[in-house]
């Protein structure tokens, strides 16, 4: 065994409450990072999974999920009629307040024509609009809430049946609502009225040559589908930043743990490392053992943290399942890159500290 | 035994080294100049801040002097970088300790093998030669022990184990007896001295202690970073300490005449004097 493993080794309460600290302040950037991810995937949630790589909406909108789009009529006919256009699905979209029986829950309705698609992506159960009020609802808000397929829930004195449940159709503190467009329309007194259009190119048509033509229709604004999805990010830009600031917080304070363990045992052992030094250990061997030490003890972290990061985080979706935490392999990556940073910003010090040992030192007591 | 060469091993020339500047300015070692030849055990004796601690530091690479030359082998030590200074310390040098400075997290086993792992020797290699020197020294029964586990005596012998591992040209002890009680070191200087006649090794001492003079070829004493010219040294019987005849306290009792490190000493002798020279009679 290496002397840096055995230096680790020798104090093992200290390793193994150093350990336990860095894990969790790399699980803590895991789960902020998570939390980013599934914030963001719920943002976008709607658009993603949807068909189409082109989006037109009303000229002078921003974004989908703060402004409202409103297409003048017959837009999506002309779209259709553009060539190298494969399929246009007009979607009528509406935030509601739902009334359950105990209180108000924010919903994004969604009114779309089941015969050209932009419904519900996965079912868990029931079946898909198919006439009257008819809705789906996010199978996760039915388990939240005990609505089943059966009921009815409620909009401003209106009844809407409830006839299937969704999979994966949370989004960011809202819910989607998949409504016939025809009902929406109705419901909001505006018939053939549109938000946008969902647009699929015909195979080998670039998605970005579609955009340009679809920019030539007077009062319509063409995206492409990361476009749109990245301007509706933007507005949540916000919320994201604290939690990066506290991200960035976790790693200092790994940094910090680690540091603060292999200065103190740097100092404790400056006799040691003098005796190296002395009988001939050079400079580079003396770095790398301290070197070493930081690195075992944040590879040892991290592994512990991606533990900690999935237990922690499938906890919080089983008991709070409107929120989602994202951890792909990548959070793997996150998590080492995180503590190669913490290991060799940690070991400045206690680096600097076996650079000024004189090794003459070793003949004083 | 390999034939004796006259060359000498070590050769030292006008030595200097200067600690501070300007009025601060301390010069604890003051142009010494000295030879040792292969296989010869050098006592370096003097009181307590007469530069010995400095000196031995010079000599091993691990301080640079003011002024002057050290040529090890033929290699001029005060030629080499900053860089190539630790490499020529683990090839060329032993280095033995007082309180003896052995890894605290390794066996004695490892102790040694570090060592020799250090300078590039492939781990089996190396555990094949450290568990042997260590069994030259009569240590095959602690070679798992931790430092903490070990005796005085022991130490000190996984501590000569380490210095020899490398098979160096100089040995370099600071006070190698002075943690060790008294048949203990007298064996660990006799085995210094063994290592020096059967394999032609070159042995420095810097010490106290008197009973270290049985085994050297020479004794050179500093005073003041200077050598002085060979003069008889007297024991004080009280404490064991080597005195300079001509400054020392005096007292004669039954006809001979006893020098004392201090008046302290000398009015405890005589206080009692059958007490303290007993064992020399
Ligand atoms: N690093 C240092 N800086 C300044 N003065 C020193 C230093 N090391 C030793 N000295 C001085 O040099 C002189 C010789 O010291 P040292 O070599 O330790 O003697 P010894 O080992 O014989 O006791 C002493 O006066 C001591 O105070
Ligand atoms: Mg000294």
Redesign the pocket.
């Known amino acids: 065994m290496s002397l840096a493993a055995r230096y680790l080794l020798q104090n093992k309460t200290r390793l193994a409450l150093s350990l336990l600290g860095v894990a969790l302040a790399l699980m803590l950037i895991l789960l902020l990072d998570g939390l980013v991810r599934g914030m963001q995937r719920q943002i976008t949630v709607y658009l993603a999974n949807t068909p189409g790589s082109v989006v037109a909406t009303q000229v002078g909108v921003r974004n989908l999920a703060a402004d409202n789009s409103l297409l003048p009529p017959g837009t999506e006919d002309d779209i259709q009629k553009i060539p190298g256009v494969a399929r246009a699905i007009p979607v009528l979209s509406q935030s509601v307040f739902f009334e359950l029986h105990d209180r108000k829950i924010f919903a994004y309705l969604i009114g779309y024509d089941p015969a050209k698609g932009g419904g519900p992506w996965r079912l868990a159960q029931g079946r898909e609009p198919r006439q009257g009020r008819e809705v789906v609802v996010d199978q996760t808000l039915a388990r939240l809430h005990g609505i089943k397929v059966g009921q009815t829930v409620e909009v401003g004195g209106y009844r809407f049946p409830v006839v299937g449940l969704s999979a994966g159709t949370n989004s960011w503190m809202t819910t989607l609502v998949f409504v016939r467009k025809v009902e929406l329309e109705r419901y909001l007194l505006i018939p053939g009225l549109t938000s946008f259009v969902l647009v699929e190119p015909q195979p080998g048509v670039s998605p970005q040559i579609l955009k340009e033509r679809i920019n030539q229709l007077s009062g319509v604004t063409a995206w492409l589908k990361p476009e749109l999805m990245a301007a509706d990010l933007r507005i949540y830009e916000g919320f994201f930043q604290p939690l990066r600031l506290m991200r960035g917080i976790a790693f200092l304070v790994g940094v910090l743990v680690v540091g603060l363990v292999i200065y103190t045992a740097t100092v404790e052992r400056q006799r040691e490392y003098g005796v190296l030094k002395a009988i001939g250990a050079g400079n580079a061997r003396m770095y790398g053992l301290v070197l070493s030490q930081a690195l075992v003890m944040a590879f040892l972290g991290a592994l512990l943290a991606v533990l900690l990061a999935y237990l922690v985080a499938w906890l919080i979706m089983v008991l709070r399942p409107q929120f989602l935490v994202v951890l792909e392999p990548s959070a793997i990556l996150l998590a080492l890159l995180s503590g190669l940073g913490m290991a060799l910003l940690s070991a400045i010090a206690p680096v600097w500290v076996v650079a000024r040992l ?1 090794p ?1 030192e070793v ?2 007591r | 035994m390999k034939a004796q060469k006259t060359a000498a091993i070590l050769r030292v020339e006008d030595l200097t ?1 200067r ?2 500047s300007g009025t601060a300015e ?4 003051k142009g010494v100049s000295l030879e040792v030849a292969p296989g010869e055990v050098v006592l370096i004796m ?12 010079m000599l091993g690479a691990l301080l640079r002097p003011s002024e002057g030359s050290i040529q090890l082998n033929g290699t001029v030590l005060t030629a080499l970088s900053e860089r190539d200074l630790p490499r020529f310390r683990l090839r060329e040098f032993g280095f033995i300790f007082q309180d003896f400075n052995l890894l605290s997290a390794l066996s004695a086993l490892e102790n040694v093998v570090l060592v020799a792992e250090m300078a590039g020797v492939p781990r089996k290699e190396a555990r094949l030669r450290a568990t042997e020197i260590l069994k030259e020294l009569r240590l095959d029964k602690r070679l798992q022990a931790l430092p903490e586990q070990l005796s005085g005596g022991e130490k000190q012998r996984v501590a000569i184990a380490r210095a020899l591992i490398n098979n160096p040209s100089l040995i370099l002890a ?1 006070e190698p007896t002075a943690n060790l009680d008294s048949s203990t070191g007298h064996e660990v200087s006799r085995l210094l001295r063994h290592i020096a006649k059967e394999q032609g090794k070159s042995v420095l001492i ?1 010490s106290h202690d008197t009973r270290i003079q049985d085994i050297a070829d020479r004794v050179l004493w ?1 005073e003041d ?1 200077e050598f002085k010219e060979a003069r008889t040294l007297a024991i004080d019987p009280v404490c064991g300490m080597s005195v300079e005849r001509t400054k020392s306290p005096t007292a004669t009792w039954q006809g001979q005449e006893y020098f004392f490190c201090s008046k302290g000493c000398r009015s405890e002798f005589l206080l009692e004097p059958h007490t303290f020279i007993q064992g020399e009679a």
């Open positions: 004189a003459a003949f004083r | 080294k600690y501070g301390v010069a604890a070692v003097g009181p307590s801040g007469s530069g010995k601690t400095t000196l031995l530091s600071d810097v500093l970073g």
